[in-house]
């Protein structure tokens, strides 16, 4: 499949697994509009591709993100509505990552901050690496988080740390980030990317339509009653009941080997 290669990021797909890379290690990965908007694309490309089965988001370079390019934002003249349209790309972007079909992992390679930390917090894991730092700076410099993570962030960590997390701007590194249940796992920088392929395999051999209906109602879990939850699962069963690959799942079992899941 070609495409040419957005500016913003370096988008890689390796068999089941697509690597998207945020590209401006010169500004470390800060963000700028077209960051958004090829990530946003690059996101349904994944999405639409049946061969993919699993996204990892990572940054080249010594960050992660470090959330908006403050020197691009300070020389722009943009007028109110245009401001808020690139605010709502950032929401946008963290929403895509949340709804997205398959499972995306965050691979926190250095700083996570603010826009950057919103995009980790939005993935399904967060791996980091040890000495990577995560951090939500935004009242620090009078603005506020968004991309959801006011909701997220307490659900991951309880109340009281996303507070101190939120409201001091503290950064915290990847062992601390893990100890909490804000990261999945925390690494030996040099592992983490193999570690983030593995885990990205392992999710790539599930069936692919039960992941999408497993992802959706673990996302909707936190402010659905339960008889509404217990209605959407057994709708899910029974959707996952009426595919080829409930068949090959039964099958494989019985005949005591692995699936090869089609994804309908």
Known sequence: MS???????????????????????HRLNAVVEPL???LLAALGEAESDDEVRAIILTGEGRAFCVGA???????????????????????DVCEAILRLDKPVIAAVNGYALGAGAEMAVACDFILMADEAQIGF???SIGTCVGGGVSK???????????????????RIDGEA???IGLATSSWPAEALMTEAR????????????????LKRLVNQGGHTDLEGQLQQELDAVFTCS?????????????????PRFKGH
Do not use: C
Not at 3 to 24: A, E, K
């Open 69 to 91: 390019d403050m020197k691009e934002h300070g020389s722009a003249s943009r007028s109110l509505y245009q401001r808020r349209q690139y605010l709502q790309l950032g929401n």
């Open 137 to 139: 700076p935004e009242v």
């Open 152 to 170: 997220l962030l307490p659900q991951l960590v309880g109340l009281p740390r996303a507070r101190q997390l939120l409201y001091t701007g503290q």
């Open 36 to 38: 958004y908007t090829e």
């Open 198 to 213: 593995q885990l990205a395999d392992t999710l790539a051999q599930q069936a692919p339509v039960s992941m999408a209906m």
């Open 242 to 258: 009426t595919t080829a690959d409930w068949q090959e799942g039964v099958d494989a079992f019985a005949e005591k080997r692995t």
């Open 177 to 179: 980030a893990a100890r």
């Open 3 to 25: 495409h040419s290669q957005p500016d913003t990021l370096i988008v890689d797909r390796d068999g089941p697994v697509t690597t998207i890379r945020f590209n401006r290690p």
